[in-house]
C-alpha cells in the first residue's frame, strides 16, 4: 500500500526567502512521485514528476524537488518565494509499474508574506 | 489545445436530492479519473474509466454515485440521493495511453458540491 505524508499543514515564507515544503512516502513498488499545487479558484496543476529517472527533478516556476530513496522523501524546494507561489501544494505518489490510482498527501498550504 | 472541463464550477442542493457533476477530458484521452476531497480530508480516488469502460471502482463510496462515460468522450457522475457528507471538490482528470504515471496527469478546475 502507498501512502503520503506531508509534514507541514501550513508553512509561511517571506517573499524572497527559500521554500522548503516536506513530504514522505512509503510505497512497495518503484514509486512515481508529483508535486501539484492548486491557486484559488484554480485546478490542480502539476508542478513536477519523478519517475525513475534523475533524483533531482526541476519542475515549472523555479521548483525543483530531490528523490531520496533512503529517506523515503521528496520534498519540494525554491530558491526565492515569489508572492503569486502563494498556493496549497499535494505530494502524490502512484506505482510506477501500471496506472494505478494516485495517493495524495493532505496538502500544505504555503503563504508568501511580503 | 484545451484542458479538463468540469462543470457546475459550483453546486449547492439540498439533502435528498440528485446531482449531476460533468467532466470533459482532453481530446484523444482514453483514461478518465474521478477524485474527491471533502473537507478537511486528502484528495481521495473515486474511479477510472478507460475508454468507456470502468478500470477500477474500488473507491467509490457506495451505490448512490453512479458514474458513466458513454461513449468514450465525457463523463458524468451522478449523486442519487445526496447526502450531507458527499460535501467537497470533485476533481476530474485525464491522461493519454495508459501512462498518466509517466505523463501526469490533467486535471480540471473541480466542482465544489454543498449539501445542505
Request: some cysteine.
Amino acid at each position: 500500500a502507498q501512502s503520503v505524508t506531508q509534514l507541514d499543514s501550513h508553512v509561511s515564507v517571506s517573499e524572497g526567502t527559500p521554500v522548503l515544503l516536506r513530504c514522505n512516502y512509503s510505497s512497495s513498488y518503484s514509486p512515481s512521485l508529483f508535486w501539484y499545487v492548486q491557486h484559488p479558484n484554480k485546478g490542480l496543476q502539476l508542478l513536477l514528476k519523478y519517475t525513475s529517472a534523475a533524483t533531482l527533478v526541476k519542475g515549472i516556476n523555479g521548483f525543483e524537488a530531490e528523490f531520496k530513496k533512503s529517506e523515503t522523501s521528496f520534498h519540494l524546494t525554491k530558491p526565492s518565494a515569489h508572492m503569486s507561489d502563494a498556493a496549497e501544494y499535494f505530494c502524490v505518489v502512484s506505482e510506477w509499474s501500471g496506472n494505478t490510482p494516485l495517493v495524495f498527501g493532505k496538502g500544505t498550504r504555503l503563504s508568501v508574506i511580503a | 489545445e484545451a484542458g479538463v472541463t468540469q462543470f457546475p464550477s459550483h453546486s449547492v442542493i439540498e439533502k435528498g436530492q440528485t446531482v449531476t457533476l460533468r467532466c470533459d477530458p482532453i481530446s484523444g484521452h482514453d483514461n478518465l479519473y474521478w477524485y474527491r476531497r471533502v473537507m478537511g480530508k486528502e484528495i481521495k480516488f473515486l474511479l477510472h474509466f478507460v475508454k468507456e469502460s470502468k478500470q477500477d471502482e474500488s473507491g467509490m463510496p457506495n451505490n448512490r454515485f453512479l458514474a458513466e462515460r458513454t461513449g468514450g468522450t465525457y463523463s458524468t457522475l451522478k449523486v442519487q440521493p445526496a447526502e450531507l457528507e458527499d460535501s467537497g471538490v470533485y476533481f476530474c482528470a485525464s491522461s493519454q495511453g495508459g501512462q498518466g504515471f509517466n505523463y501526469g496527469y490533467t486535471f480540471g478546475s473541480g466542482t465544489r458540491l454543498t449539501v445542505v
